[in-house]
DNA sequence: TACTAATCATCAGTATACTGATTATCAACG
DNA sequence: CGTTGATAATCAGTATACTGATGATTAGTA
């Protein structure tokens, strides 16, 4: 395998590019600012109210560090909101404003079309195969990263499967 | 799509993300301080003899801006020599050095290992399915990004093809 | 309680990637 | 030959991602 194109790496790196590619011609014309990393961002938050952000950070497989200056930003836009956490004050707490949940509505459509765009080269059943795929080879391979997804701990547990 | 776990630009996100560790997991060891996109160029400079830097990006698609910086650190390392094109005083002819052939050697069995861990999660059949439609959803969408890959001119066109 | 280990956020430094601008050079054309 | 447009490389500025370190705080434990 020392032909670069039949690398997965390569190939993912690629594909990864267009993806920030597509989201922004997407998302732009919208004239929200918003990069494929902050609306992520945001969605979570939407979903999981007054997270710190360590757990952010596991719902969404960030880096701890990398978040600072996503949440930073962020906040800068006025989109979400950080204060210290009333049950351990080393913790933010970051939740999403009034105007960061209007940014949310209105970026939604782009950004669900922009998941159709990427996907333009396969058909429905194509489709389905490669994201099954996809979520495979990732899932198997999430701890091998600095930013592993960690999902909430359930409340129960499910005995036998995982 | 409003769950981000099923959106592809979120997948591909974080399997890049397990890319680049799982290469730094193989590679570092050996103590060469190279990176997924140095390996890449240094790849293709074997391959591909004298091209300038804007050739190089457009066969492994990188952004134009990007390998600037991609050549500097390699020429710092000593693994590419940099010089003004004979032929055209505006580019720079790359090409490997002794130690930037050697490195490759060295560092080829470790890259071709991290292929395989980044696919352990699927099985022969699904591997090769999974680059099979990975490729074919890159190439669709190629003229998408602003690196797109750009393959050298073959000597014969192929009438028809456009 | 005092000590130690762990955790949260952040910072410093480096390496991709991107947008948009600039300089140097080349190509094309009248 | 001179002007115009295109191209190669680079730079300035911003946003991920990473490594490794630090300060503040919490948790665990003797």
Same mark, same amino acid.
């Given at each position: 395998?020392?032909? =670069?194109?039949?690398?997965?790496?390569?190939?993912?790196?690629? $594909?990864?590019?267009? &993806?920030?590619?597509?989201?922004?011609?997407?998302?732009?014309?919208? %004239?929200?600012?918003?990069?494929?990393?902050?609306? /992520? /961002?945001? +969605?979570?938050?939407?979903?999981?109210? #007054?997270? #710190?952000? &360590?757990? =952010?950070?596991?719902?969404?497989? $960030? #880096?701890?560090? *990398?978040?600072?200056?996503?949440?930073?930003?962020? *906040?800068?836009?006025?989109?979400?909101?950080?204060?210290?956490?009333?049950?351990?004050?080393?913790?933010?707490?970051?939740?999403?404003?009034?105007?960061?949940?209007?940014?949310? #509505?209105?970026?939604?459509?782009?950004?669900?079309? /922009?998941?159709?765009?990427? =996907?333009?080269? =396969?058909?429905?059943?194509?489709?389905?195969?490669?994201? !099954?795929?996809?979520?495979? /080879?990732? !899932?198997?391979? +999430?701890?091998?990263?600095? &930013?592993?997804?960690?999902?909430?701990?359930?409340?129960?547990?499910?005995? %036998?499967? !995982?």
């Amino acid at each position: 395998m020392t032909e =670069l194109k039949q690398m997965p790496g390569h190939l993912i790196r690629r $594909y990864q590019q267009i &993806a920030v590619a597509v989201f922004h011609r997407q998302v732009d014309p919208l %004239g929200l600012d918003l990069t494929p990393v902050q609306f /992520a /961002a945001l +969605n979570t938050l939407r979903v999981h109210k #007054d997270i #710190d952000q &360590a757990t =952010l950070a596991g719902l969404i497989a $960030y #880096d701890r560090t *990398t978040i600072t200056g996503v949440i930073d930003r962020l *906040t800068a836009k006025g989109l979400v909101d950080r204060k210290i956490s009333p049950t351990d004050r080393r913790a933010r707490v970051v939740s999403l404003t009034a105007e960061g949940e209007a940014a949310l #509505d209105r970026v939604m459509p782009a950004v669900e079309e /922009a998941q159709t765009v990427m =996907l333009q080269g =396969l058909d429905a059943r194509e489709q389905q195969v490669f994201m !099954e795929l996809l979520t495979k /080879a990732t !899932e198997a391979t +999430n701890d091998l990263s600095r &930013a592993p997804l960690i999902p909430l701990a359930t409340p129960e547990p499910t005995e %036998g499967a !995982e």
